[in-house]
T-cell receptor
Framework: KAGVTQTPRYLIKTRGQQVTLSCSPI?????VSWYQQTPGQGLQFLFE???????NKGNFPGRFSGRQFSNSRSEMNVSTLELGDSALYLC?????????????FGPGTRLTVL | DQQVKQNSPSLSVQEGRISILNCDYT??????FLWYKKYPAEGPTFLIS?????DKNEDGRFTVFLNKSAKHLSLHIVPSQPGDSAVYFC????????????FGQGTRLTINP
């Protein structure tokens, strides 16, 4: 079974631009979560989508948004990029996103904001 | 406010010995805990988990211990192997919001031959 895939793997943008990252979950998984990893803050939860609906949300500004499609693929969008948005963005999928479903992570997208 | 803390940024252990990684949490609503391992340029890989109804869970060389009264969990790796060298993250969540994992800062484990 293929794992979680994320595209692109690396991205360089400048301040003020916007960016869209993509995540394809493991086949059959319906829950997709997004995390931001930075050296200073560690891994922080952004949001979770299930059945095309945002079900959980972390403490990030409204510049960070996402969506999920009917095939469970998810995209994350960051508008008006700031230098501090430079990070590794990780996507994780799980079957139902309930109880003790284990989340499986993709390799991440490394975003650099100049 | 760091709800999940891994106070040791790094740990060095000799091959064949026991590696013990520690994690403390502050939120009493957490009742599900996981350990992930991360290599450079890869996403975290799930290792082992434990729910609050247990105090120990074992899977091969990996054992997780949970002390709810102390709000402390630890991961034991026995025996340690060179391939175990990686960054280890502990994570926690309430079962109700199990997808909203709260991670510690990570501990870089180095296994020396």
């Amino acid at each position: 079974k293929a794992g979680v895939t994320q595209t692109p793997r690396y991205l360089i943008k400048t301040r003020g631009q916007q960016v869209t990252l993509s995540c394809s979950p493991i086949s059959g998984h319906r829950s997709v979560s997004w995390y931001q990893q930075t050296p200073g803050q560690g891994l922080q939860f952004l949001f979770e989508y299930f059945s095309e609906t945002q079900r959980n949300k972390g403490n990030f500004p409204g510049r960070f948004s996402g969506r999920q499609f009917s095939n469970s693929r998810s995209e994350m969008n960051v508008s008006t990029l700031e230098l501090g948005d430079s990070a590794l963005y990780l996507c994780a999928s799980s079957p139902e996103g309930r109880g003790i479903d284990t989340q499986y992570f993709g390799p991440g997208t490394r975003l650099t904001v100049l | 406010d760091q709800q999940v803390k891994q106070n040791s940024p790094s740990l060095s252990v000799q091959e064949g010995r026991i590696s013990i990684l520690n994690c403390d949490y502050t939120n009493s609503m957490f009742d599900y805990f996981l350990w992930y391992k991360k290599y450079p340029a890869e996403g975290p890989t799930f290792l082992i988990s434990i729910s609050s109804i247990k105090d120990k869970n074992e899977d091969g060389r990996f054992t997780v211990f949970l002390n709810k009264s102390a709000k402390h969990l630890s991961l034991h790796i026995v025996p340690s192997q060179p391939g175990d060298s990686a960054v280890y993250f502990c994570a926690a969540s309430p079962l109700q919001g199990a997808q909203k994992l709260v991670f510690g800062q990570g501990t870089r484990l180095t296994i020396n031959p």
